[in-house]
């Protein structure tokens, strides 16, 4: 079980890192780098969100994946002011008002939590694929409990993305995570899972635009098991489902992507790279379900060397045991 907990925060800080300089657009990115990204770059000084950011460095993906984890830690559980002291814990700490990545809806959020208004409302308007990005440690602790990576998903999500659209994201990738940690579960039976953790969580949360993530999921699959080349597929992907900001998009891309790559970490991150847009939040939530699937034996020791060399703050054995002693619990 430590292993797959380990693998799965190993994949969440693959994915964010790996995909995080791709360009806005798959033919951008492709001509950019002179055909797929097949190593840790560092953002290119033109992108308008990860300029100067490190080879193998982490974005907001995995640093509020990490703040949400410690807090539950050291909480025993899940609640919405937990996950609002560590989003809090997080912005401080990247002197977020000066930060080109924080998210809208994290940033409205949070200027309206440091406000003293109530976490209520405070999440209302969060449409965006900020909660899902992060939810990766809530899967962890829940294997093979769907209903209880659900239930905690949502309470995550309330301070910051508290819509019907957004909590049904962040759900169906805890509950692909949650089933994809119990050994011997098939690709299917995590994608099912997902499409029935989102459908799940939209019954949460104030009714907002969006499209339903849970057929986003079923149309990614259908797009990236289609008889066409790599970048076809992806390119297909990117016109039809979309690697934007939206939450059905990003999350349907990132279900499409770990089929695409039969649930492979690293192939994942490739992928997802290479399908541009929101590419890292895609490739964190992507490779985080490979990585609690397949363990952290999948992993390349290099990539992990890079990670934790490059993110030197972040713990991973720690919070792996963290996590380990919340799932036992």
Same mark, same amino acid.
């Given at each position: 079980m430590l292993l797959k907990i380990l693998g799965g925060l190993y994949g969440q800080a693959l994915g964010d890192a790996w995909a995080m300089p791709a360009l806005l657009k798959p033919q951008d990115t492709w001509e950019r780098y002179g055909g797929w990204i097949t190593e840790f770059l560092p953002g290119p000084a033109d992108h308008p969100v990860?300029?100067?950011?490190?080879?193998?460095?982490?974005?907001?993906?995995?640093?509020?994946?990490?703040?949400?984890?410690?807090?539950?830690?050291?909480?025993?559980?899940?609640?919405?002011?937990?996950?609002?002291?560590?989003?809090?814990?997080?912005?401080?700490?990247?002197?977020?008002d000066n930060t080109p990545y924080v998210g809208p809806s994290t940033r409205r959020a949070v200027a309206a939590i440091k406000a003293g208004q109530s976490l209520d409302v405070?999440?209302?308007?969060?449409?965006?694929?900020?909660?899902?990005?992060?939810?990766?440690?809530?899967?962890?602790?829940?294997p093979g409990d769907l209903e209880g990576a659900v239930r905690d998903a949502h309470l995550s999500c309330i301070p910051t993305h508290n819509t019907d659209v957004a909590i049904s994201g962040a759900c169906a990738v805890a509950g692909a995570i949650a089933v994809a940690m119990v050994d011997g579960t098939t690709i299917d039976e995590i994608i099912a899972a997902g499409m029935k953790a989102a459908d799940m969580g939209r019954k949460f949360g104030y009714t907002w635009i969006g499209a339903s993530v849970s057929r986003r999921i079923e149309m990614a699959v259908e797009?990236?098991?289609?008889?066409?080349?790599?970048?076809?597929?992806?390119?297909?992907?990117?016109?039809?489902?979309?690697?934007?900001?939206?939450?059905?998009?990003?999350?349907? +891309?990132?279900?499409?992507?770990? &089929?695409? #790559?039969?649930?492979?970490?690293?192939?994942? $991150?490739?992928?997802? %790279?290479? !399908? +541009?847009?929101?590419?890292?939040? &895609?490739? #964190?939530?992507?490779?985080?379900?490979?990585? $609690?699937?397949?363990? %952290?034996? !999948?992993?390349?020791?290099?990539?992990?060397?890079?990670?934790?060399?490059?993110?030197?703050?972040?713990?991973?054995?720690?919070?792996?045991?963290?996590?380990?002693?919340l799932a036992q619990a």
């Open positions: 990860h300029y100067g950011l490190a080879a193998g460095q982490i974005t907001d993906d995995t640093e509020q994946a990490f703040s949400l984890a410690k807090v539950f830690i050291e909480e025993g559980k899940v609640t919405p002011e937990g996950a609002a002291r560590a989003v809090i814990n997080w912005y401080d700490m990247i002197d977020g405070t999440g209302r308007m969060g449409d965006t694929n900020g909660a899902a990005m992060r939810v990766s440690p809530i899967g962890l602790i829940h797009i990236t098991r289609r008889d066409m080349g790599d970048r076809e597929r992806l390119q297909e992907l990117y016109d039809v489902i979309g690697t934007t900001l939206a939450i059905p998009d990003s999350v349907g +891309s990132a279900f499409g992507i770990f &089929v695409m #790559a039969e649930g492979d970490p690293k192939q994942c $991150a490739i992928y997802a %790279a290479q !399908a +541009s847009g929101d590419a890292d939040t &895609v490739a #964190a939530m992507a490779c985080a379900i490979a990585g $609690a699937w397949k363990g %952290a034996g !999948a992993f390349e020791q290099e990539i992990i060397d890079t990670l934790r060399k490059v993110n030197s703050d972040y713990d991973f054995d720690q919070v792996a045991q963290g996590l380990l002693t």
